[in-house]
T-cell receptor, first 115, second 112 residues
Framework: KAGVTQTPRYLIKTRGQQVTLSCSPI?????VSWYQQTPGQGLQFLFE???????NKGNFPGRFSGRQFSNSRSEMNVSTLELGDSALYLC??????????????FGQGTRLTVV | GDSVTQMEGPVTLSEEAFLTINCTYT??????LFWYVQYPGEGLQLLLK?????DKGSNKGFEATYRKETTSFHLEKGSVQVSDSAVYFC???????????FGPGTRLSVLP
């Protein structure tokens, strides 16, 4: 079956702009999580959605937001981009309400560069 | 809050050498523990996991045992291959299973 699909793979944006990233989970999966990966901070949790509801949010400013649609596809948005937002953004999907006993599948990520 | 600590490396080994990557965690409750691997240009792939104390996860020759008494989940492999070169992340997930907490990652390079 198809894996987690993130689009686009690469993005270059200018400071002050906004950006929207997309994640299509594995068919049938209802939970989608987003992570930011940077060389300095490593992998940090952004937010998690289950059945269109945000259940959990990491410690990021309000410029970072997300949503999930009825087909479980998710988008995250970053407004007023800063240089420090340059990162690899990873999306993960799981088939159940909890990742404890199931596998979380990660996409290949979107590489965002802010110039 | 919950946290994961692991040796950051980089770790450079010769092919067929023994590998250990140390991982310790701090968490309330009884988290599940994971090792994920990231190859260049790729996302994360689950390598192995353990959901309760004394469980041993294993896959592709890699092993790790959930040690509650030492809050550790060290990754081991008896004989590494060049194809094992990647970044390895130790992670935990809390009782609610809603988000992972990752360690900083350990870059492994295996030389022929």
């Amino acid at each position: 079956k198809a894996g987690v699909t993130q689009t686009p793979r690469y993005l270059i944006k200018t400071r002050g702009q906004q950006v929207t990233l997309s994640c299509s989970p594995i068919s049938g999966h209802r939970s989608v999580s987003w992570y930011q990966q940077t060389p300095g901070q490593g992998l940090q949790f952004l937010f998690e959605y289950f059945s269109e509801t945000q259940r959990n949010k990491g410690n990021f400013p309000g410029r970072f937001s997300g949503r999930q649609f009825s087909n479980s596809r998710s988008e995250m948005n970053v407004s007023t981009l800063e240089l420090g937002d340059s990162a690899l953004y990873l999306c993960a999907s799981t088939g159940t309400a909890s990742s404890m006993n199931t596998e979380a599948f990660f996409g290949q990520g979107t590489r965002l560069t802010v110039v | 809050g919950d946290s994961v600590t692991q040796m950051e490396g980089p770790v450079t080994l010769s092919e067929e050498a023994f590998l250990t990557i140390n991982c310790t965690y701090t968490a309330t409750g009884y988290p599940s523990l994971f090792w994920y691997v990231q190859y260049p240009g790729e996302g994360l792939q689950l390598l192995l996991k353990a959901t309760k104390a004394d469980d041993k996860g294993s896959n592709k020759g890699f092993e790790a045992t959930y040690r509650k008494e030492t809050t550790s989940f060290h990754l081991e492999k008896g004989s590494v291959q060049v194809s094992d070169s990647a970044v390895y992340f130790c992670a935990l997930i809390d009782n609610y299973g809603q988000n992972f907490v990752f360690g900083p990652g350990t870059r492994l390079s295996v030389l022929p």
